[in-house]
């Protein structure tokens, strides 16, 4: 039944399918009390909780128009656009700690204005990884509030695919390529969860905001043949290095296999992502 699951999942992220936990098939369960049954039920769920509980998900993520600061003084009106894929692996400890792993692929492409001329890199579809922390670093009980931090690294490591200059490939014939992109992230968020009754199944809210700071190190450049011109965003990065993060988890039910997640990002950059997890 995982298994269906986790293929219908990878699809499409379209009609959820949903499933219960289930105990250790070795638990010996009282038959003759309904009572005793469900009491050894949520002792083992729990501790399986607590031990093991594995998480991979999917998040397909849209960036549009992120303006970018460049060391080169001739480069001005730098913006970084497009769309990533990534898949997140992960294990909760204790409800303390989550490390991550994430791959995935990007499909970007950056503008800029340089000797006097647009220039417009397209790259192709390439290969992106990433690692980090989650950590749950405070809790108001009072009000079901949580403080959680987010530490993460991603590199992006793509080919050129065209090189415009003026809006003519003609003229931009290419040498020495390359495309490249070092993330550092930091993010405090705050979150509270929320229960929506419907009868037994109930569903959970988990809304959540915070700042983040970014550091990224944009190296893209090529030479065109035809001049020896060199154009390049060498070292670029975000024009704001503070930014605002609001989302929401949705878990369909309580003990789901299945978590939905929206999230949009602002002021350093404007970027939207659709995600979702199922738990092992």
């Known amino acids: 039944m995982k298994k269906i699951i986790l293929i219908l999942f990878f699809l499409g992220l379209a009609s959820p399918c949903l499933a219960v936990t289930i105990g250790?098939?070795?638990?010996?369960?009282?038959?003759?009390?309904?009572?005793?049954?469900q009491r050894a039920v949520n002792k083992e769920l729990d501790r399986y909780e607590y031990n093991m509980n594995v998480k991979t998900g999917l998040d397909i993520e849209v960036v549009s128009g992120e303006k970018l600061n460049s060391a080169p003084a001739d480069v001005t009106n730098a913006k970084?656009?497009?769309q990533s894929c990534i898949i997140k692996f992960s294990n909760n400890f204790y409800n303390l700690f989550e490390p991550y792993i994430k791959i995935g692929t990007s499909n970007l492409e950056l503008k800029w204005d340089q000797h006097g001329s647009k220039v417009k890199v397209e790259a192709?579809?390439?290969?992106?990884?990433?690692?980090?922390?989650?950590?749950?670093?405070?809790?108001?009980?009072?009000?079901?509030?949580?403080?959680?931090?987010?530490?993460?690294?991603?590199?992006?490591?793509?080919?050129?695919?065209k090189a415009k200059i003026g809006?003519?490939?003609?003229?931009?014939?290419?040498?020495?390529?390359?495309?490249?992109?070092?993330?550092?992230h930091v993010s405090l968020l705050a979150s509270k969860k929320f229960v929506i009754p419907f009868g037994a199944n109930n569903v959970y809210?988990?809304?959540?905001?915070?700042?983040t700071y970014s550091r990224q190190d944009i190296d893209v450049a090529f030479t065109q043949s035809s001049t020896g011109l060199l154009y390049s965003v060498y070292d670029a990065s975000p024009e704001n290095e503070l930014g605002l993060v609001f989302g929401c988890d949705v878990?369909?039910?309580?003990?789901?296999?299945?978590?939905?997640n929206f999230e949009l990002r602002l002021v350093n950059e404007t970027a939207f992502t659709v995600g979702g997890a199922i738990k092992f």
Do not use: C, H, N
């Open 251 to 260: 878990m369909p039910f309580f003990l789901s296999y299945y978590l939905l």
């Open 80 to 82: 970084l656009e497009g």
């Open 205 to 211: 809210l988990v809304p959540y905001t915070g700042i």
């Open 24 to 37: 250790s098939p070795d638990m010996s369960i009282p038959e003759d009390s309904l009572f005793l049954k």
């Open 124 to 161: 192709d579809p390439g290969f992106v990884w990433g690692a980090g922390l989650k950590a749950r670093i405070w809790e108001f009980k009072d009000y079901g509030v949580k403080l959680t931090m987010d530490l993460q690294y991603r590199e992006t490591d793509l080919d050129i695919d």
């Open 167 to 184: 809006g003519s490939t003609q003229g931009a014939s290419a040498t020495s390529k390359k495309f490249k992109i070092d993330e550092w």
